[in-house]
Every structure is written in C-alpha cells, then in structure tokens.
C-alpha cells in the first residue's frame, strides 16, 4: 500500500526517529539551480530529483533529507539566477550528510541526483565514504536512461546529453507543470566544436536558446510515463540495496 512521503523537514524529532526504527534508510535528492531554456525554471533539478525521492519515499518508507539546490554549474554561471558551487564542496556536502545521518540509526544512505554534473561528486564521494563509515551509500541517476528516452522520446538527445530538452520537459510538465511555458520551448542541436570537451569551450557558449534537443515535443503523459518507470526502478534499487548490504 502506498503511503506519503516522509520528509523530515515535516516531521518531529520523535516521528523520524519511528520511521528509521520501521526502515532506517534516508534519502538525499541532489539538484541544481541553473538555467534550462526560456521556458523551464532554474529549478528543474531540484524538483525532479525531489519528486523522484518523494516516490520513492511513499513506495518504501525511506525517509527524504531536504534536496541540496546547488551544484557544478559553472558552464552556466553568467547567465542571471544560476549558482555554481565547487565540485569538491558538492562531494563535501554529501559526505557531511553521511556522516550526520549515520550517526543515528540510519543503516543506508539513497543519493538520488537530478544534475548531471553531480554524477562524479557522487561516485568519488561514495567511494570516500566507503573507507570512512560501515553504512552503506546508493546513488541514482535515472536508471536506463538510455533506453527510457529511446522508448518515451521522439527526439534524440544532443551527443547523449539532457539539458532543457523534451526529457526534462516531459518530466516537468508531469513534475511542476504550471512552471513551463511551452509556447517558449523550442529545438536546438548547437554545432559542436572540434575542441569541445578538450578546452574551456563549455555548454554556455554554444547554445542560444539554453536548450540543447528538441523541448517542443514534451508533453505531459511522456513525463509521467517515465517517472512511473524510474520510480519503481529506484524504490526496487533501494529495496535491494538494503537487503544486499544489511543482511
């Protein structure tokens, strides 16, 4: 049976404490505060990666740490409202949180990331906790996602990457759609350089739009069609997890 979310930021002292003694698993959702096009808020992953731990949580009884906003977001960083931290102090942050949860009966710690950039703050902070706590760290980046896009989207990412693209804005217009506006959204595919990826020439300096694939196609029943399968990969991750690491 399907239960609420359990967000501790909602919750008393007393209540957490029950819903660790019931499964002591916590998850962090980790987003970013960037820019995703004209027709998307700088919060997009911050809320997806919110939504998805909030899933999660209801499908598990894990309980959710408020998501972290900021992450590596430094191709975007002159561009108003974005905020860039360090990428060492995104591994910083997590590995605090580790530390803080593991102290009171938290048996394994769930990452669930909505910013690409973070992917490598999790691993090398993962494999750093590893040597320095006995609780156990999981860290989720949309499961298949691959296959899913090549199953639920009718375009093709840019070079295989995801950014204010018709995936983001499927799983927005079912996240957060009254924050969209999709008569803003719009195709680009930015010419990319030969020296991209071997010099400073980053996402921000290509793309006019901030858009980088085809926005113009999302719709709503795409992004539910895809949190569904990525909630129930994750809540079966978590549940694995948990019994591979804790038995």
Same mark, same amino acid.
């Given at each position: 049976?399907? #239960?609420?979310? %359990?967000?501790?930021?909602?919750?008393?002292?007393?209540?957490? #404490?029950?819903?660790?003694?019931?499964?002591?698993?916590?998850?962090?959702?980790?987003?970013? *505060?960037?820019?995703?096009?004209?027709?998307?808020?700088?919060?997009?992953?911050?809320?997806?990666?919110?939504?998805?731990?909030?899933?999660?949580?209801?499908?598990?009884?894990?309980?959710?740490?408020?998501?972290?906003?900021?992450?590596?977001?430094?191709?975007?960083?002159?561009?108003?409202? *974005?905020?860039?931290? #360090?990428?060492?102090?995104?591994?910083?942050?997590?590995?605090?949180?580790?530390?803080?949860?593991?102290?009171?009966?938290?048996?394994?710690?769930?990452?669930?990331?909505?910013?690409?950039?973070?992917?490598?703050?999790? %691993?090398?902070?993962?494999?750093?906790?590893?040597?320095?706590?006995?609780?156990?760290?999981?860290?989720?980046?949309?499961?298949?996602?691959?296959?899913?896009?090549?199953?639920?989207?009718?375009?093709?990412?840019?070079?295989?990457?995801?950014?204010?693209?018709?995936?983001?804005?499927?799983?927005?217009?079912? *996240?957060?759609?009254?924050?969209?506006?999709?008569?803003?959204?719009?195709?680009?595919?930015?010419?990319?350089?030969?020296?991209?990826?071997?010099?400073?020439?980053?996402?921000?300096?290509?793309?006019?739009?901030?858009?980088?694939?085809?926005?113009?196609?999302?719709?709503?029943? %795409?992004?539910? %069609?895809?949190? #569904?399968?990525?909630?129930?990969?994750?809540?079966?991750?978590?549940?694995?997890?948990?019994?591979?690491?804790?038995?």
């Amino acid at each position: 049976m399907t #239960q609420s979310a %359990k967000k501790i930021i909602n919750m008393t002292r007393d209540e957490v #404490q029950q819903a660790l003694a019931d499964f002591p698993v916590a998850i962090l959702p980790l987003g970013a *505060t960037e820019q995703h096009g004209h027709h998307l808020p700088l919060g997009v992953d911050i809320f997806l990666a919110e939504n998805l731990a909030n899933i999660v949580s209801e499908k598990t009884g894990a309980v959710v740490i408020p998501t972290m906003p900021f992450g590596y977001s430094w191709v975007w960083r002159d561009i108003p409202g *974005t905020i860039s931290i #360090q990428q060492h102090h995104v591994e910083a942050i997590i590995k605090d949180v580790a530390h803080s949860v593991s102290r009171y009966g938290v048996k394994m710690l769930v990452l669930i990331n909505g910013h690409d950039s973070n992917n490598s703050s999790m %691993k090398y902070a993962v494999r750093e906790l590893a040597d320095e706590l006995d609780m156990p760290v999981l860290y989720l980046f949309y499961p298949s996602l691959s296959e899913v896009m090549a199953t639920n989207c009718e375009s093709e990412p840019w070079y295989g990457m995801i950014h204010a693209c018709e995936f983001e804005t499927s799983l927005m217009l079912a *996240t957060k759609k009254e924050l969209v506006t999709m008569d803003k959204a719009v195709k680009e595919y930015p010419e990319k350089p030969v020296l991209y990826g071997k010099t400073t020439i980053s996402l921000g300096d290509l793309s006019k739009s901030g858009v980088y694939g085809d926005a113009s196609l999302a719709t709503e029943e %795409k992004g539910k %069609k895809m949190e #569904q399968i990525f909630a129930n990969k994750m809540a079966e991750l978590v549940l694995e997890g948990y019994e591979y690491f804790t038995k």
